[in-house]
């Protein structure tokens, strides 16, 4: 025997409302008056209504819905980002689903094109973009990270990466290190750490030593490393463009024989889950991926609820700390 689930009119009249009220206040209307919101949203609930999305949609409604763009899910980076997000939001009764620039490409279709089509309320871009990614006009988006290329008009909450290089590299210099390799890769966040760190490398009479331009995986980590100890021996340090990369450059050190951080200290970025694993303790600049969530995720709130006009779009930034473990120590004399 079928149970029917229950309708927008079942939930009107155990609240003995009309079906033009109870819609209002699925849509948060604030012209509805406290006690009949209350008696709409009980009746809800011993309903166990669930709204139908999908007609929401088709009726031009707000879903209450929040995309997030993110480069990869095999980089954990984004697990803080998007505990922020969902921090932000949850207030607001948000609910929060996910896209990844990898996913669909085979299908040609860009992530943020893929979201608009559900209707959501407003996306967080947690990507790289690209010189021809179209925002429609009045659409909240907000960018999380620091990116290549930025979508013109568009709010960014970002870390400060380049104080981040030079917290990595001015940690290795003030422990002794003279022969430091930077291995980098593509991308906003790896391109302005690679700059910082090479005008500190400078600054402090250290010819700089870069490796990588690839993706920010742990195989160009240990490909990178792995080159640099052949081609200079005399290498005490590496700073690697995130926590993954540094797992690669470990890997390169210990098979050419060596330790860490006796012969050679490492140290990555991002503060993953990685970073903190007892059988790594990785040193890492710490970039606050949660903070950069939460703001962005409160931005982009402010946006749904009162689209801006042409404003010149904002730019945050989160200052970076450093978390000293065991991957990084003095040179040996």
Known sequence: MSHRSPTIVDVAARAGVSKSLVSM????DPGVSPARRAAVLAAADE???RPNRAAAILAGTRTRTVGVVVDDFRNPWFVPMLEGVRTALAPHGLRLTLADTRANAHLGTSPLDDLLALRVDGVVLAAEGSADTAVPPGTPVVV???????P???DVVASDEAAGGRLATEHLL???HRHIVHVT??????AARRAAAVERMVAAGSAPLVYGSGATAESTGYEGTRRALVEHPETTAVFAANDVMAMGAIAAVRDAGLHVPEDVSVIGNDET???SSPLVRLTTVDPHNDEVGRLAAERLVDLIGAPRGQGAPERTLVAP???VRSTTAPPRA
């Open 25 to 28: 206040v699925l849509r948060d």
């Open 47 to 49: 309903l166990d209504y």
């Open 144 to 150: 999380a990270g620091e990116r290549a290329t930025v």
């Open 152 to 154: 013109s008009g568009l």
């Open 174 to 176: 003030s422990l002794g």
């Open 185 to 190: 890769g593509s991308g906003g966040p790896a």
């Open 273 to 275: 889950p990685l970073a």
């Open 321 to 323: 700390t450093l978390v």
